[in-house]
Structure formats: C-alpha cells, structure tokens
T-cell receptor, first 116, second 114 residues
Framework: KNQVEQSPQSLIILEGKNCTLQ??????????LRWYKQDTGRGPVSLTI?????NTKSNGRYTATLDADTKQSSLHITASQLSDSASYIC???????????????FGKGTHLIIQP | DGGITQSPKYLFRKEGQNVTLSCEQN?????MYWYRQDPGQGLRLIYY???????QKGDIAEGYSVSREKKESFPLTVTSAQKNPTAFYLC?????????????FGPGTRLTVT
C-alpha cells in the first residue's frame, strides 16, 4: 500500500532559526511530490511541486529537495518567521491511482510552531 | 485560497439531520474534489468530479452525496448515515483531473454534529 510518512510530527523552534522537515514515501509509480502549508483552520496552500528529474526547488525561504532513489524529500525553512507557524503537508502523486482514488497519497503533516 | 469559496466556515447540526456544504470556484477548473481532515490524519478523499454531471466515489464516500450540475459548483451533503460527521471539510479544484495537476484548496468548513 502506498504510504507517505512525515517527521517530526511536531516541531518547536525559535524565530530566526532554520529547520528541516522530512517526508519519506513508498508510492510507486511516482509522478510528483508536493509540499503544502496549512495555517490553522485554513485550506492548504501549495509551496512547491517537484517532478522526478528535479532535485531542488526554492520558493523564497522554503527549499525542497527530492531524492527519487531513496524516496525521500525534505523541506528546509530558512530564517523562520512567526508566520511560518503552520502544518506542512507532503503529498505524493501516482499516475495510476496508486494512492487514493485521485492518485494522491497525503502525509499526516508536521506541525511547526515558531516561538518569539 | 485562490478562487474557491466554501460556506459556511462553521456549521453546527444535530445528529440525524442532513447538512449541505457549499463549494464554488471561479477558476474555470474542470475537476473538483471533497476531502475530509481529522486531527492527526492525512486528508481523505470523499468524492471527486472530473466534469459537469459526472462524479466518482473516493476512499470514504459512505454517508456522503454530491452533485455537479454546474462547472463552478460542487456541493457536498453529509447525510444522517455518516456515523462520525464531525470534521474539517476541504474542497479543491484542478484544471483537468488527474494527479499530475496542482490542486487549489478552499478555506474549509468545520462541521460539528452533536
């Protein structure tokens, strides 16, 4: 069964510090991997989408990496801000609906808290 | 939240009552989706629609129903048959259907059934 595992489950860091969130997946075949940011009580917003051939992609202070061989991805946040407090969700897609009926397998998310 | 609106933001119902959650999009997207989110769990697909007047069951469709009479609208009805309806419900849309295309999510509706 396709799975997406995220770690840590929750993380607390001080404002201005860097952090890295992890995503390991067993989805096959692989189409792409997405990172979403979800503020409390809001809908997820896309940060990055990575395809098989992409190793690194940046979006401002967010940098995602993908190692398709080991089936691992990370999301690195640089110089964290209070507004980065949110849940970060990793989603892996398969072209053959190997995940849910929509072809997507969602991780449970990492809950990040930035303290002043 | 893009061009997707969900209403209301909070909804309270008594057990045994059906309730309909609204989802409207002005992105001209063909595909629309409904997900359920529970604490500590990943999003789970309830129903999705690739085109007007057509929809398919997702992974947890029991106790839910949908309609897609217009491209812009994809309402979800939570029926009394749904055994544990209290949850956060998210609507999403994408250009065509398929896992390769980015989904845009609405702001969500939190449903509480007592």
């Amino acid at each position: 069964k396709n799975q997406v595992e995220q770690s840590p489950q929750s993380l607390i860091i001080l404002e201005g510090k860097n952090c890295t969130l992890q995503c390991n997946y067993t989805v096959s075949p692989f189409s792409n991997l997405r990172w979403y940011k979800q503020d409390t009580g809001r809908g997820p917003v896309s940060l990055t989408i990575m395809t098989f051939s992409e190793n690194t992609k940046s979006n401002g202070r967010y940098t995602a990496t993908l190692d398709a061989d080991t089936k691992q991805s990370s999301l690195h946040i640089t110089a964290s801000q209070l507004s980065d407090s949110a849940s970060y969700i990793c989603v892996v897609s398969s072209p053959y609906s190997g995940g849910g009926a929509d072809g997507l397998t969602f991780g449970k998310g990492t809950h990040l808290i930035i303290q002043p | 939240d893009g061009g997707i609106t969900q209403s209301p933001k909070y909804l309270f119902r008594k057990e045994g009552q059906n309730v309909t959650l609204s989802c409207e999009q002005n992105l001209n997207h063909d595909a629309m989706y409904w997900y359920r989110q529970d604490p500590g769990q990943g999003l789970r697909l309830i129903y999705y629609s690739q085109i007007v007047n057509d929809f398919q069951k997702g992974d947890i469709a029991e106790g839910y129903s949908v309609s897609r009479e217009k491209k812009e609208s994809f309402p979800l009805t939570v029926t009394s048959a749904q055994k544990n309806p209290t949850a956060f419900y998210l609507c999403a849309s994408s250009i065509p259907a398929g896992s390769s295309y980015e989904q845009y999510f609405g702001p969500g509706t939190r449903l509480t059934v007592t």
